[in-house]
């Protein structure tokens, strides 16, 4: 996979990986009441599995490699998208998201998808500006939703 760095590298998500992700996604401020990270977990392993990634660093002193980022994609045909975009605090500036993206871009383009998307909260301003570095355009669109299965808490 592209995105590998001496410091990190870029995998398929696997199963083992749940604890740490749901982790890495409360440290960075991801989740949110109504949503079950691991029922989001769960969902996306029916779905395209293969478009969830991490990145992780070695294992340190001898330790077990540690989740450092993730992010989930999707495609419904139309255009794809990007969610769960996470990177550990202290490693922020290293290119861990930037090079989960490219590889979710690159995972994308490979199944024929012309456009990505995503959705940013509008005074998220530190992220939206990693995203114009991307070369992701900024556009003005309400979102609206349904949820049509509620998460148990």
């Known amino acids: 996979m592209s995105g590998n760095s001496a410091a990190w590298a870029i995998r398929a998500f696997e199963r083992g990986d749940t604890d740490a992700v749901v982790?890495?996604?409360?440290?960075v401020g991801l989740t949110r009441p109504w949503n079950d990270p691991y029922q989001d977990i769960e969902r996306k392993l029916k779905v395209q599995p293969k478009l969830f990634?991490?990145?992780?660093?070695?294992?340190a002193h001898d330790g077990p490699p540690r989740v450092v980022g993730t992010v989930m994609a999707g495609y419904d045909g139309h255009r794809g998208w990007l969610y769960y975009l996470a990177s550990a605090p202290e490693l922020r500036g290293s290119g861990i998201g930037r090079g989960l993206v490219v590889e979710a871009e690159?995972?994308?383009l490979e199944m024929g998808c012309p456009k990505v998307q995503?959705?940013?909260r509008a005074d998220n301003e530190a992220v939206l500006g990693f995203y114009d570095q991307?070369?992701?355009?900024?556009?003005e669109v309400s979102n609206t939703g349904k949820r049509l299965i509620a998460d148990e808490s």
Request: charged content about 25%; proline content about 4%; cysteine-free.
């Open 134 to 139: 991307l070369g992701y355009e900024r556009f």
């Open 118 to 120: 995503l959705m940013v």
């Open 23 to 27: 982790e890495l996604w409360h440290d």
């Open 53 to 59: 990634i991490v990145a992780e660093t070695p294992g």
């Open 106 to 108: 690159r995972l994308l």
